[in-house]
């Protein structure tokens, strides 16, 4: 237990120190930008510190280290129960990542009138050399504190990587991709392709029924003068005609609307009118975790309920395929299951096993297989080492092959509710890919489902990588 203890004005004497010693830390660095709202470069970005400041490490804020001798009034001298009156502070130098400062304060000055107190404030780096002096006055604690300070919060750091405001910079500087949205007839499905349209990503052609369509724009505010618009009655023969677009080569990519996701399917799976393949369709989502230190795509956890054996050939494939379209040369597959040992009443285990000898006799290509995994295993690397788990994919996954729809799709909304994960998705194996959003998506989750699919699109076009669609690619 930590506790701490104030001293009252009569039990204070002149000369009186406390001290305390602090390193500062990049997270200590972010975490004050944060707390104060001050963004200056040259406390976050080593690039911009040697631009602007000459120096190879960020410089940390001058009133961190101030902020320091407000901790040595509130915890010790004269401790809980002090007011702070003012502050005098002269900053000689700078504070660099890694710098350790010894912080003194000692008492100067009783006012028994005012029960003010006046304290000398000094702050010496590593290299004893002074770094912040002034002074401190303080109204003093008239009543004796004692304090548990074990029961504060704990506060920690997540650091969003911007992986989905990259991909659609990125994807913004490309050509844009020819895509049909079928049945666009609710604020979400609509706006969420109009915004795409604006920021170059996608050319819409809008299918559905064209009255629905522009009276959902006229509702919301949503400019689609400058679309195309195929004017169909019903959301079912909004599918038909989506995919005929896709089949026949005028649209590169197709986007759900406001209809179920069934009856888009339904049409995209038709042996002889749909978009099939050699090649199983299915999902993928693309997670930015900010608790994992890059992208991380799980698959399948939207299409294939049970998936074969076969099936997850194809669903690995499918994602290894996007993954280096996504700039991975070769992705790391980890092939999840409950445990991450091979056990014969586990079904995934074998699957798992019989994946990894697959793709050593190339049945599956461009990748990096291992499994079975348990999902701690698959990406903390400090949970693989305690189980002296020795392989390639364990603690930086990039690709997570789950056992079953179930457990994809429970792994993704645990990761999106519960560590604040952003998700796009996209479904591959048909001829064209296709973006599938739900309801509850955010928008840029939405313009990331676009970037995606537009990427692997203009990857298709350009052959940029031969992304096939028949067995044993």
């Known amino acids: ?34 707390l104060s709202s001050d963004y200056n470069p040259t406390h976050l970005d080593d690039e911009w510190a040697s631009r602007l400041l000459k120096s190879q490490k960020i410089s940390g804020h001058g009133m961190w280290g101030g902020s320091l001798f407000s901790a040595l009034l509130g915890n010790e001298l004269p401790g809980p129960g002090s007011v702070y009156k003012k502050q005098d502070l002269v900053f000689h130098r700078a504070i ?35 770094v912040i002096e002034g002074t401190a006055e303080v109204l003093a604690p008239t009543e004796k504190v004692t304090f548990d300070a074990s029961a504060l919060p704990e506060v920690h ?18 050509p844009s991709v020819k895509v049909a949205v079928c049945h666009p007839c609710d604020e979400v499905s609509l706006g969420g392709a109009v915004e795409a349209a604006r920021l170059g990503m996608i050319e819409p052609v809008l299918v559905g029924p064209s009255d629905k369509i522009k009276a959902t724009a006229e509702q919301y505010g949503y400019d689609i003068s400058g679309y195309e618009i195929v004017d169909v009655e019903h959301s079912h023969g909004a599918a038909e005609t989506s995919v005929a ?10 986007m759900k609307g406001s209809l179920h996701t069934d009856e888009l399917m339904h049409e995209v799976a038709r042996r002889d009118t749909g978009l099939r393949t050699g090649r199983r369709i299915s999902h993928i989502f693309v997670m930015d975790v900010p608790t994992y230190p890059k992208p991380l795509y799980i698959t399948d956890a939207a299409i294939n309920i049970y998936p074969t054996l076969e099936d997850k050939v194809d669903i690995a494939q499918n994602c290894i395929d996007l993954v280096q379209v996504m700039g991975v040369e070769k992705p790391l597959v980890a092939i999840l299951s409950a445990v991450e040992t091979v056990y ?57 092959l789950v ?67 028949g067995k044993g690619a």
């Open 1 to 34: 237990m930590k506790t701490i203890e104030n001293k009252t004005f009569d039990e204070l004497s002149i000369g009186d120190t406390a001290t305390m010693t602090r390193t500062l830390t990049r997270d200590d660095a972010e975490m004050f930008a944060v």
């Open 96 to 130: 660099e990542l890694g710098d350790t400062l010894t912080l003194t304060l000692t008492l100067k000055e009783k006012d028994a009138a005012t029960q003010h107190l006046v304290f000398a404030c000094e702050a010496l780096n590593q290299k004893g050399e002074l």
């Open 157 to 174: 750091l997540r650091h969003r990587h911007h992986v989905f405001e990259n991909l659609i910079a990125k994807v913004k500087e490309t």
């Open 245 to 254: 677009l896709c089949r026949s080569g005028v649209c590169e990519a197709l």
């Open 344 to 400: 014969p009443k586990i079904q995934s285990t074998l699957d798992a096993a019989a994946l990894c000898k697959m793709a050593d006799r190339g049945q599956i290509t461009g990748a990096i297989l291992d499994g079975p995994l348990a999902f701690d295993n698959a990406i903390s690397a400090e949970a693989a080492r305690i189980k002296k788990i020795s392989s390639p994919v364990a603690g930086q996954a990039d690709i997570l």
């Open 403 to 469: 056992p079953d729809l179930e457990a994809g799709n429970m792994l993704a909304k645990q990761l999106s509710y519960l560590a604040e994960a952003d998700a796009a998705g996209i479904v591959l194996g048909a001829r064209v890919p296709i973006i599938l959003t739900s309801r509850a998506d955010s928008a840029k989750a939405r313009l990331a489902s676009c970037a995606v699919a537009a990427l692997y699109a203009q990857a298709r076009r350009t052959g940029q990588k031969k992304l096939m669609t």
